[in-house]
């Protein structure tokens, strides 16, 4: 995780030597307008610059407890432009979820009825179009969405993770790799 910044850096969270570790602030998300009507754009992001097409893999562990606690990863171009997935937490039931951002957020979610300990997601950029699969074994990858997000060839790309109506959940992401094509 070498080169990653913070943009809305977490109240706690620490690298370890295969992930990182931390716990969600209080209230924080990211949304734009769509059906609520408000701008949220205070959620934890731990990213790096990235030009062109590349795969990102991670497996995603979390201590989710309120309503909409969230964890994944996140493409971004700008606060108007962005895409989050991941798992969000909703009626006490942990969802595979994805918001593409322009300008309006939008949002589609999967609820996983008997969740396993951990989930795996695969986002893949093949120039303007996003790729999202999931995984409940780490083996066996399922498509959730395809998406068209930016032409722009430069992008962050990272870990995402908010609490928008909690006091904060803890994450573990592990095996975070962004894979570039040779």
């Known amino acids: 995780m070498t080169n990653m910044q913070w ?7 620490q690298t370890l030597a295969n992930g990182l570790h931390l716990t ?21 992001f731990y990213y790096q610059t990235v030009q062109g097409d590349f795969t990102v893999n991670v497996k995603i562990t979390g201590q989710y407890r309120v309503l909409y606690d969230q964890a994944g990863v996140m493409v971004r171009e700008n606060e108007m432009t962005w895409l989050k997935c991941g798992i969000e937490f909703v009626e006490d039931i942990q969802n595979v979820s994805a918001v593409v951002t322009h300008d309006f ?52 790309v990272g870990l995402m993770a908010a609490s928008p109506q909690g006091a904060g959940c803890e994450i573990l992401f592990e095996d975070f790799k962004i894979v570039l094509p040779d």
């Open 7 to 13: 943009y809305n850096e977490p109240p706690q969270w």
């Open 105 to 156: 957020s939008d949002w589609s979610v999967v609820p996983i009825l008997q969740p396993p300990p951990s989930l795996w997601f695969r986002v893949q950029r093949r120039a303007a179009a996003i790729e999202i699969q999931y995984s409940l074994n780490g083996e066996d990858y399922q498509m959730l969405r395809l998406a068209h997000l930016t032409q722009t060839e430069t992008i962050q």
């Open 24 to 44: 969600t602030g209080a209230q924080t998300d990211f949304w734009r307008k769509t059906h609520y009507g408000f701008i949220r754009d205070n959620g934890h």
